[in-house]
Every structure is written in C-alpha cells, then in structure tokens.
C-alpha cells in the first residue's frame, strides 16, 4: 500500500535528478571522436611564410597545444590574452591553425593583439579544420609526443578551464 | 471534355518523363539531397546541411558533392563524417550498445506503461465483479435513487 504513493514520489525524484543533470550539459560540446586518435595528417602554409609549409610531422616528438583560431571569431579574441601569457610561460609550445581566414586580416590580428604561436598553419579553405572535426572556433587540441591527440577543448579556453584540467595533462604527459 | 483531354496529355507527359532514363547526374543529386538532409549541421544542430547556412554546413555539403563526384559510396561519405565528427552528425545514429537504450527505451518504456496499465484495468474489474448487491446495499442503493429522484422534483 506505501508502494503505491512512494512510487509516484520516486519517480519525481528521478526526473528531478536527470533534469538537473541536464541543465549543466552543454549540447554544443560534442564529444570529439578523435581523442585519444592520431592527430589527422595536414601540410599547409605557413601563415607568416606563404613559400613554407608546415606539417603534422613537425609538432611531433613534444606535447603541443594546436589552437584553432581565426581574426572573424569574437570568442577566439576571449581567449587569446590567455595564449600570449601561456606562451610567455613557456610550459608548452602552442601551434595555431588559422581557419578560414584572410592572411592579412589574421596578420594583422596578431600583429595588434600579440602572437602566441610557434607557428601559425593558414587552413583558408578549411579543409584541415574538417579532418579535425572543427565546427566551433577556437578549439585547441592537446596532442601528445606521439602525435595523439589527448583532449579537446571547444570554445574558447578559460582560467579555469586551463588551470584545472589543460594544464595538468599537459604536465602529465610531459612528465 | 476539354479538361479530361488535359488530364490524358498530362499522364502521357509523366509516363514520358517517368520513361526516359535518369540521367548520372539527376542520380547524384538525389543521392546529395538525401545524404545532405541526414546529416546534422553541427553549429545549429537542429538543422540538416541542407538546410543551414552556416559556413561549415556549405563546406560539408561541398565536400559531400566533392566526394559524390568521386565515385564515393554513401556509406563511406557517411564514415568520413562520422570520424571527424562523431555520430552526432547523424540524425539517425547508428544501432550499438551506446545507444541500443536511445533506440529502444521508448519502445520499453511504452511497453512498460501498457503493462502497467492492463494490470491496473484487470484489478478493477476484478474488484467491480458482478457479485450481486446484498439487502443493506440495495436498500442504500433504492434511498440514493429515490433521494435524487425527489430533489429532482423539488
């Protein structure tokens, strides 16, 4: 006979606990199918350098940070004071993929707002971006020695998000 | 009579085009409206790629065409999205143990209703059985009545 109203109550109290999970899950954070995957091959050009190319082989053999970045994103202006001054740190080295941007508009971005990068890949057409999976700038990849990519982050990189769980890994994977 | 010939002209018109062989590319872009229309745009994820214009739906639907004048099966259009992306580009998620509960939970669940919902139905007939009324209830039974009927008239 308790059974009979308990019930009722459980299963409000069920819903409650799921709808309120619900409320702190960001549906624009797919999960990346590419964690823990080999970094997808690209060549590109330099950004600052159209003559020169640079490829997945040269951030291998290092725990790097690839950021995805463009001079049109709001969100990637956000984060980039955060870039210049983790860079200035020196505790990692941090390469750029410049998505679907015009050379001298990101040119000129870095140029105003400083530079972070060890070097900039210039993907105007966005095709790296898709091997990536990109669908939201800035994202940045954690990418271990091995060339495997670790963790992702989508949207622009916060204090804390940075200090809490980017920078642990990174030294975990250093260590 | 006139509008009767019309239907006929109209018929044979359709019979004609339904006759004449589809040409390759009619065949890729039916096959690119049905794969672009599967396909979740990932920045306003209620959308189809088809349907958004969003700069990374045309870059997909692009590389779609591309990979449709390649020779590409659906199926391996359909990988190379979903390895970049994730099922989650898919409306239509593929059956595996992941998401064997988002394929079938409803179906369970409706189930489970129904059960529930035949036990509760079989419990109440069972308790407003046919027993006859005894004497102290039909006697309840006539005061109701004749107390209504009363009020009725009054």
Known sequence: MKARYLAPLGIFVLLVVLLWAGLYLNPREVPSPLIDKPAPEFTLPLLHDAGKQIARKDLLGQVTLLNVWASWCDACREEHPLLVELARSGQVPIYGLNYKDAREDALRWLNGLGNPYVASAFDEQGKVGIDYGVYGVPETYVIDREGVIRYKVIGPLTEDSLKNTVLPLIRKLQG | ?154
């Not at chain 2, 409206?33 to 349907?51: G, P």
């Not at chain 2, 639907?61 to 020779?71: K, P, S, T």
């Not at chain 2, 919902?117 to 005061?143: D, H, I, Q, T």
């Open chain 2, 1 to 154: 009579m006139k509008s009767v010939l019309a239907v006929c002209l109209l018929l044979c018109a359709f019979s004609l085009w339904a006759a004449a062989p589809v040409p390759q590319d009619e065949k890729l872009e039916a096959r690119y409206r049905a794969l672009t229309s599967e396909l979740r745009c990932l920045v306003c994820q209620n959308e189809s790629i088809a349907d958004s214009h969003a700069d990374l739906a045309k870059d997909l639907r692009n590389q779609v065409r591309a990979m449709l004048e390649q020779g590409k099966t659906d199926q391996e259009i359909m990988n190379y999205l979903t390895a970049r992306y994730g099922d989650f580009v898919r409306f239509r998620p593929p059956l595996k143990p992941a998401t064997v509960a988002l394929w079938f939970g409803p179906f369970v669940l409706m189930a489970l209703g129904g059960g529930l919902l035949v036990a509760y139905m079989a419990r109440r007939r069972m308790r407003v059985s046919n027993a006859p009324l005894s004497a102290g209830e039909r006697e309840k039974l006539a005061a109701l009545l004749h107390g209504a009927g009363d009020e009725g008239k009054g």
